[in-house]
């Protein structure tokens, strides 16, 4: 729970009056691997910081197909942001891709945190623009680069997701076959 108050104080200060009513109604949770912890088709009721593990925001397809926008580890949230916000059904699962901890909270929380906490909309308005700009620079990235360029990314920015995710689920986040995953990893 401190690690999250540390953060959403890095952005505006929290009182220790606010940063007490928050611990009240805040949560620490573990999951294991391949517990969902937003489910698509379903809507997402809470958003996790991340104290340990990694999860994997997927999507599947009418044909079944998977697809992995992106990881998030340690220090990130995990949510169906969209989901979340507009209480609607999520078109992607937030999944833990290894046994994870998170500090959760719950839309009747948010609710309340938006009222009582002085600086919580716009410590959140913050968040939001931040992991929107980092979205969008991932997406174009992996629309723009080769395969080679996109693993190199991957192994500057998140280098602990190489290390603790398996191949074929980094192949799929890159949009590549686990064979030419295979084959980039020999070059570098």
Do not use: W
């Amino acid at each position: 729970m401190n690690q999250l108050l540390t953060v959403f104080n890095s952005i505006l200060p929290i009182s220790e009056e606010e940063q007490t009513f928050m611990k009240q109604h805040l949560f620490t949770e573990t999951l294991k691997k391949g517990e969902k912890y937003c489910e698509q088709g379903k809507i997402c009721t809470k958003i996790g910081f991340v104290l340990e593990g990694i999860f994997k925001v997927m999507k599947i397809d009418s044909e079944g197909n998977e697809y992995i926008p992106y990881f998030t580890s340690e220090g990130h949230f995990a949510v169906a942001m969209e989901s979340f916000s507009d209480k609607t059904p999520s078109d992607e699962s937030v999944v833990a891709v290894t046994d994870c901890t998170v500090t959760s909270i719950t839309s009747s929380a948010f609710d309340l945190f938006e009222k009582e906490i002085t600086n919580f909309s716009k410590i959140i308005h913050l968040l939001k623009e931040k992991a929107f700009i980092e979205k969008f620079k991932l997406k174009s990235e992996m629309l723009l680069d080769d395969a080679e360029t996109k693993y190199a990314k991957l192994l500057l920015r998140q280098p602990s997701i190489i290390q603790r995710v398996p191949q074929n689920q980094i192949a799929l986040f890159l949009g590549i076959t686990p064979h030419t995953l295979s084959r980039i990893r020999a070059k570098i």
